[in-house]
């Protein structure tokens, strides 16, 4: 019952981050990109402002669309915890149908606030993220199910010598 939930309360999260106004959205994204380059560029801190700023205009594309896939491998996560009690083998099949259609209506809420836009190339990059997510799930219960099986395995060998 928890990763419905969670799942419910990232999806507030996506919505209430769309709902924001084009200015609001470009000064939180310009912000990640003052933070990078802080974090990346040593002598960033001594630049003059107008260069920073510069900086993170530059990155700003980037930056929100990293954001969107990231965003939204996260609900891909959460949605294949949320459906996999439910759904078995077809849980991925039903979390990328379901994020994918979040994405399409996400944008579509888009083209109501005021400066922003909705976009398809978005709802694919979003529903790429999603299938980046479920691949990240599906890569680590493969390692997980390999390692238990070496695991038992090698306590099998043990125990016959």
Same mark, same amino acid.
């Given at each position: 019952? &928890? *990763?419905?939930?969670?799942?419910?309360?990232?999806?507030?999260?996506? *919505?209430?981050? @769309?709902?924001?106004?084009?200015?609001? !959205?470009?000064?939180? $994204?310009?912000? +990640?990109?003052?933070?990078?380059?802080?974090?990346? #560029?040593?002598?960033?801190?001594?630049?003059?402002?107008?260069?920073?700023?510069?900086?993170?205009?530059?990155?700003?594309?980037? +930056?929100?669309?990293?954001?969107?896939? $990231?965003? =939204?491998? &996260?609900?891909?996560?959460?949605?294949? *915890? @949320?459906?996999?009690?439910?759904?078995?083998?077809?849980?991925?099949?039903?979390?990328?149908?379901?994020?994918?259609?979040?994405?399409?209506?996400?944008?579509?809420?888009?083209?109501?606030?005021?400066?922003?836009?909705?976009? #398809? $190339?978005? +709802?694919?990059?979003?529903? @790429?993220?999603?299938?980046?997510?479920?691949? %990240?799930? =599906? &890569? %680590?219960?493969?390692? #997980?199910?390999? =390692?238990?099986?070496?695991? !038992?395995?090698?306590?099998?060998?043990?125990?016959?010598?």
């Amino acid at each position: 019952m &928890i *990763f419905p939930l969670l799942t419910f309360l990232w999806m507030v999260v996506i *919505f209430s981050f @769309s709902a924001n106004l084009a200015e609001e !959205s470009t000064q939180i $994204s310009r912000s +990640v990109g003052r933070m990078i380059g802080e974090i990346c #560029i040593s002598e960033f801190q001594e630049w003059p402002k107008e260069r920073q700023d510069a900086f993170a205009e530059r990155i700003d594309y980037p +930056v929100r669309k990293c954001a969107h896939a $990231s965003e =939204y491998a &996260i609900l891909g996560m959460l949605l294949w *915890f @949320s459906f996999s009690g439910i759904a078995g083998r077809k849980a991925g099949l039903y979390s990328f149908v379901t994020g994918t259609f979040y994405a399409a209506s996400d944008e579509i809420h888009q083209l109501y606030v005021p400066g922003r836009s909705g976009q #398809i $190339s978005d +709802v694919i990059l979003d529903a @790429s993220g999603v299938l980046i997510g479920l691949l %990240l799930i =599906y &890569i %680590l219960r493969t390692g #997980i199910k390999r =390692y238990k099986k070496h695991t !038992s395995n090698r306590q099998i060998q043990i125990k016959i010598k």
